[in-house]
Every structure is written in C-alpha cells, then in structure tokens.
C-alpha cells in the first residue's frame, strides 16, 4: 500500500466542507443520512465540524460490491434509515463516487420518499469509472483510477482505521 491523500490534508479538506455546508445550510435543519460502512469516519469528523445548522443523522447501508474490487452493477438498500425523509432536506454523506451506481440509487430513493431536497457530500470522486451520470454537490478529492481504502474504507473489511487514504497496490 502508498499513501495517496495523508492525514492532515483529509483534515484541511474536511474542514472546508464542512464550513461550505454550514454557510448552505446555516440557520436551518438538515437529515444527514450516512451511508455504511465507508462514510462512517469521514461523516463522524465532517457533522463535528458542521456549524450553525441543527443536525438530525440516520444510516443508510447499501451496496453493489459485496467483497470484491469490482460493483456488479446491481445495487442492494440493505439497512434503511428509520427517521422520516418527508419534507426534509437530506445530505447524503458517503466515502466514495465510483461508477455512480450506489449513489444515485440512494438518492432516488431518498427522493421517493419525499425530502424536500437531497445533496451528496463525497469525501472521494472517481469520475474515470463512472457508468451512471453523477455529480456530487461537495467533493473532498477528485482521484485518479486505483482502489483505495482507509478512512473508514476497506477491501474485503481490512484497512477501515487506517487515519489516512491509501492506495491496494
């Protein structure tokens, strides 16, 4: 494994988001619904940092990787949150838009359930491997095509406490 984004540039970068999330939310309330496993860590320190804003967090566990490097392709909601969406504005957090799968098929659902808004909050975007049209509304790092984990991501659940991002050689 290589380092990729190391400790203290996740921390700068995280607390920029979180400073933009607060101005676009300030005054007002939000359901922030993290997507499990891998965002737990980047949404613990980026909700932390979130200022000015009442905060309301549920959990969200979907997937279309199982324990392989590669996304069938076939998305599964496996835990649903329990707070109600209806009429609130929802931000997604999540480690990692890869091939957009995942991520757009939490949003729509989040939509049908009838939030008043729904934004995505990314700690990574990898735009090379997208097969669905995607764009999240705050990115932390834009990286290049390797399989990266770290920061509460993982292969096959190793390497999730790492403080850092780093590239599976």
Known sequence: MRVLIPEEKITERVNELARSISADYAGGSMLALVVLKGAFVFAADLLRRVEGVKIYCDFIKASSYGYSKESSGVVNIELVP?????????????????????????????????????????????????????????????????FVVGYGMDCAEEYRTLPYVAVVD
Request: hydrophobic fraction near 40%.
């Open 82 to 146: 329990k707070l109600s969406m209806e009429g609130e504005r929802v931000l997604i957090v999540d480690d990692i838009v890869d091939t957009g799968y995942t991520i757009s098929k939490i949003k729509e659902w989040v939509l049908s359930r009838g939030a008043a808004s729904c934004r995505v909050c990314v700690l990574l975007d990898k735009p090379s491997r997208r097969r669905v049209p995607f764009q999240a509304d705050y990115v932390g790092f834009t990286i290049p095509d390797e």
